[in-house]
């Protein structure tokens, strides 16, 4: 039965909430903006479309721009294996946490020489870009990790990040909050450090990798970004949510990644784009938080 | 038949102190496992290699040289006598020289070879002394007596430190890597990659014996020891993606990897010196493992280099681009070897970052916060820079549209020259998907550098392998995913219109191949942020007025320890040697005079 739960809770968070949170994100920003926004589900029915259609190839690419979106997407499921949703994980060993922070470079490799093989310069300056955002982010990544498995005494996600047992204010919990909020962030190519919305291939990072990308995959790689946004998301909500009474913990990870959805929408809506030099700054300053948090806990 | 059981040959050796001792223990027997594997691979290669060179590469010398360097290189492994190994060593740095000098028609080899030469010899003075100094405290010359023998702390710091300086300067250690990206560029490929995947581990084969030999160091030297390691990767990678010429690129993250390997194995002096030991162990393991690691996939590159290099004519990386599709295999295995280098999951490279990672943040070993979240955020820095290092030599080479004549009419290599690249590319899929049989051999061999009995390892060994069975399954199961999601791909595609396109040109109709963007641009905005540790020179001349007619932008990033540091030392040395050098003025007389003199000093002290 267990196992069953499992599964099927695997099956949901892999499939449909990761396009839920998206929408609820884009509902925030649409409400914010005074408009009513896209239907909920709308990035589903783009997946579900795009699955639909053919498929239009660059004379220049090869194999590698075709692997890209599917080892992408097997990368993000892999690691959503790992990833305690309600209760337990699917998979869970100690020094998992490293594997999924590997994924996703896995994941960014793929992306990175698939816009390379177009042959493009807007896809040369977005891996370029998100190649050097993203080493500036995992020291962070990995910061925080260091101190959230000191604290728990354990390597693994579900030990890391199970849900503390009541409000939790303790500085070092915030700090690690604050530090993988800006990861979140910029892993995912959001505000402020990237416009999911902008169409102006000059100043955009994930978008623009993927500007040759149509059909399935491009279905792949929009699924794939919004499980990734969604596992962060979860890693987060379980930080600083404790078990709320009444919903159990199935229902806390639902209010939870609610919360979180708001959040960022909220960001959206109220900050711009750092300029493109100052987006190390901002990383830097997420490695400095986990590095604060770190010393707290030397105590 | 246990494979890693001790065993030991010795034949009688005229020379005094001398025997013709060999012996094969796990430690030795991991890195002659890598010499011949590698050798084997290098050597095949470099037949196909020479012939396709068209007599550029001579190819009597270079056969000569390699099969030299291969024997000598199973002597420096298997030798169990200082006088044996050091007879091994210099053979083996000579050989290479050979190698290096390969096509000395041209002045830049002929420097090469020379800075080769002076580096090796160097570092062979401080190996002299080190054993000179063993073999006088432990009073033969027979690598089981230094083993037995007591060492004070001083006695042991002063040793390593030696050997770091002999067997540093082998491995590449900053700031002795001077050599690396000199050398390795003027080498014939093969020879690269037999330098690059187990010549320079020899020097890290040398510091683990050394551990070996002494026994616990004292923690500052083992704090030390990863710091050396972390600002060795730390500056390998960074130059590493500031280089044009992909053979240099390839030369520093050697240097980086080298680092790496330190770094572990400095964690693991670390957990002997606290007397710890599956701190210990773990730490010599994962630096074991992780230099076999970078000795399958570094040749590996290093051959697709060299490939690339003969088919294209040049080793610029904005010269080659568009190779993925006019040398599919070549650029698939330059591929691998790329995933591989970057510790990607299912690959064995994430497998040796997992284990120096485990040693770091997996709590319950009473290791010190201190010590591991600035070591462990470093080597993530270090790790993610080595993806944008790497997609650029992967990218730039491989990926787009060529950006030369050369490129463009490049094809893949011989059979003789891809079965090679083949075979180091499969292992490195195949350890990271089984790394349970390497596993065994380097805890075996970390067993034994840190002075530990197998058995009192045994229960946290058994559970490292069946965690690496765990990654080994989830690996298996990231091929059959992405294999499985390839197939839904293909069978959506299916029966529907899939055409082909130009690339998006963001309207632009007529785009060229020079448009791309090249390996400078890619690297920019990590350059940037690491602007004060590169210390780029660049000449920039904007375009001015109205009507412009020229503007020009280049830039060169200098090795500091070769181009600035060195230079400064050598010069304040010989200033220093200014003063004996009056008695060196080239007067026959003189010099008979010094020699009687000397001849009746010797006499008068002994009368």
Request: proline share 6%; glycine share 10%.
């Amino acid at each position: 039965m267990e196992t069953l739960t499992a599964a099927a809770a695997f099956a949901a968070m892999a499939l449909v909430v990761p396009h839920v949170l998206l929408g609820l994100v884009n509902k925030t920003k649409a409400a914010v903006g005074g408009r009513r926004g896209p239907p909920v589900l709308q990035t589903l029915y783009d997946v579900r479309k795009l699955l639909g259609k053919g498929a239009v190839y660059s004379t220049t690419t090869t194999w590698m721009f075709r692997l890209g979106p599917v080892v992408g997407l097997a990368a993000t499921l892999a690691a959503a294996t790992l990833v305690p949703l309600g209760a337990v994980p699917l998979v869970a060993f100690e020094g998992d946490a490293i594997l999924f922070a590997y994924l996703f470079a896995l994941a960014r490799f793929v992306t990175v020489t698939a816009a390379l093989d177009t042959g493009s310069s807007f896809e040369g300056m977005g891996s370029s870009r998100e190649v050097a955002f993203s080493s500036l982010a995992e020291p962070a990544l990995i910061l925080t990790f260091a101190s959230l498995a000191h604290q728990a005494g354990s390597l693994s996600l579900g030990g890391m990040f199970s849900p503390p047992t009541g409000v939790h204010s303790a500085a070092s919990t915030v700090l690690a909050v604050g530090s993988l909020f800006i990861v979140l962030l910029a892993e995912n190519s959001r505000l402020p450090v990237d416009d999911p919305n902008t169409h102006l291939e000059l100043t955009m990072v994930h978008e623009v990798m993927v500007l040759d990308h149509g059909g399935p995959d491009l279905a792949f790689i929009l699924h794939g970004a919004a499980l990734k946004l969604t596992l962060m998301a979860v890693l987060l909500v379980r930080l600083v949510m404790p078990v709320v009474p009444g919903l159990g913990a199935w229902g806390t990870a639902a209010l939870g990644l609610c919360g979180a959805a708001v959040a960022i929408g909220l960001v959206e809506s109220t900050m711009a784009r750092l300029r493109l030099v100052h987006v190390p700054q901002l990383l830097v300053a997420s490695v400095c938080a986990a590095a604060f948090g770190l010393l707290l806990n030397l105590r | 038949m246990n494979l890693l059981a001790v065993r030991e040959l010795a034949l009688p050796w005229a020379l005094p102190g001398a025997s013709f001792h060999v012996g094969l223990d796990p430690l030795s027997a991991c890195f002659l496992a890598l010499v011949l594997l590698v050798c084997g691979c290098a050597g095949l290669y470099g037949e196909g290699y020479i012939a396709a060179s068209h007599g550029h590469v001579p190819a009597r010398p270079a056969r000569f040289f390699f099969l030299v360097l291969s024997v000598a290189l199973c002597f420096v492994v298997t030798a169990r006598n200082a006088l044996l190994f050091l007879a091994a060593w210099e053979t083996m740095a000579l050989a290479a020289f050979g190698l290096v000098s390969s096509e000395h028609g041209k002045p830049e080899v002929r420097r090469a070879g020379l800075l080769y030469l002076l580096c090796t010899h160097t570092g062979t003075l401080f190996l002299l002394v080190l054993f000179a100094l063993l073999g006088r405290h432990a009073g033969s010359l027979e690598f089981s007596d230094f083993a037995a023998a007591a060492y004070s702390p001083a006695q042991r710091t002063g040793l390593v430190l030696l050997g770091l300086a002999g067997f540093g300067m082998k491995a590449g250690v900053l700031p002795l890597h001077i050599w690396l990206q000199e050398a390795h560029p003027a080498a014939p490929s093969h020879a690269s990659a037999a330098m690059s995947g187990v010549v320079i581990e020899m020097g890290i084969y040398g510091l683990l014996r050394l551990l070996g030999f002494v026994g616990p160091l004292p923690v500052p030297l083992s704090l030390s020891l990863v710091a050396l390691g972390l600002a060795t990767a730390l500056f390998g990678i960074l130059f590493a993606l500031a280089q044009r010429d992909f053979k240099r690129l390839l030369a520093y993250s050697s240097v980086e990897n080298i680092g790496i390997v330190v770094a572990a194995l400095g964690l693991g002096c670390y957990g002997a010196s606290t007397a710890r030991a599956p701190l210990a162990v773990l730490g010599f393991t994962a630096a074991v493992f992780h230099a076999l690691n970078h000795g399958l996939f570094k040749p590996l590159l290093f051959l697709a280099a060299g490939a690339v290099y003969q088919a294209t004519g040049s080793r610029d990386l904005d010269a080659a681009g568009g190779l993925q599709a006019r040398m599919p295999w070549t650029g698939a295995f330059m591929a691998v070897g790329a995933a591989a280098i970057c510790g990607l999951p299912p690959l064995n490279g994430f497998v040796g970052e997992w284990l120096i990672y485990s040693w770091l943040l997996r709590p319950g070993w009473g290791q010190d916060l201190r010590l591991t979240a600035p070591t462990a955020s470093l080597l993530a820095l270090v790790g993610a820079l080595t993806v944008v290092a790497l997609t650029k030599f992967y990218g730039l080479v491989c990926l787009g549209q060529p950006r030369s004549a050369g490129a463009r009419d490049a094809k893949d290599p011989a059979g003789v020259m891809l079965v090679p690249m083949g075979v180091l590319a499969a292992c490195c899929a195949a350890v990271g998907l089984f790394p349970a049989p390497v596993l065994a051999a380097a805890v075996a061999a970390g067993a034994d550098i840190a002075r530990v009995p197998l058995a009192a390892v045994a229960p946290q060994a058994e559970e490292w392998a069946r965690l690496l069975g765990v990654v080994g399954l989830l690996g298996a199961g990231l091929w059959a995913l992405g294999g499985a999601l390839w197939a839904v791909r293909a069978a959506l595609l299916r029966g529907r219109a899939v055409l082909p396109g130009p690339t998006w040109g963001c309207g632009f109709g007529a785009p060229s191949a020079r448009m791309q963007y090249s390996g400078s641009s890619y690297s920019q905005p990590t350059e940037r942020v690491f602007a004060g540790l590169l210390a780029t020179e660049t000449d920039f001349h904007p375009a001015t007025g109205y009507w412009p007619l020229k503007a020009s932008y280049s830039s060169r990033t200098a090795d500091p320890a070769l181009d600035r540091w060195l230079p400064a030392l050598a010069d304040r040395f010989s200033d220093w040697l200014s003063v004996p050098r009056r008695i060196q003025h080239g007067r026959l007389q003189s010099y008979m005079f010094y020699v009687s003199a000397c001849l009746v000093a010797l006499l008068l002290w002994k009368l």
